[in-house]
């Protein structure tokens, strides 16, 4: 079901073509708009009560595209290096790991999507990251060492005896 907030989700997609412009400018806004919607439809999938299925897997499938389509932006003009990339999404990695788990026990149709707080906390300091980018400044190697810790949180958080629960 097509919701406002799933309508936002989808808009993630068509900003992250904005930072193929080398304008500083533009590329913060599309970040920053980005960061937005993030935060509004999932607010107003809450408060309208109009939360799906749909927006519980659109909403993260969009962070990923655009995260990853900013990263393969800024790996061709040579502002991060592979390995800086691949802990950027080692959260990822760590949800992918505990995806194949609920899969491998089939656990899967128990488990319900929900956000894990080292995942919010990972997405903000990768939407950081991209904004100091945008405007070329160099980001320590501290940091994308702190996003392979935050992976390992994540996974950690995920075999929390709450209900079984996944991602974001």
Known sequence: MMT?????TILRAP???LLL???P???ISAIFLAMLSDSIDGYLARKSRSTSKLGAVLDPVMDKFFVYFALFVFFSD???KSWQIFTFVSRDSALFRFGSYLIACRKWQKAKLRPIRWGKVATALQFIVLMSLSLSIK?????YVIFCFLGILAFIELFQPKESVIWF
């Open 4 to 8: 406002i907030s799933n309508g936002l």
């Open 21 to 23: 412009y080398e304008n």
């Open 78 to 80: 040579n502002q991060i």
């Open 25 to 27: 400018i533009l590329r």
């Open 139 to 143: 980001i320590p190697n501290y940091i």
């Open 15 to 17: 900003l992250a073509f």
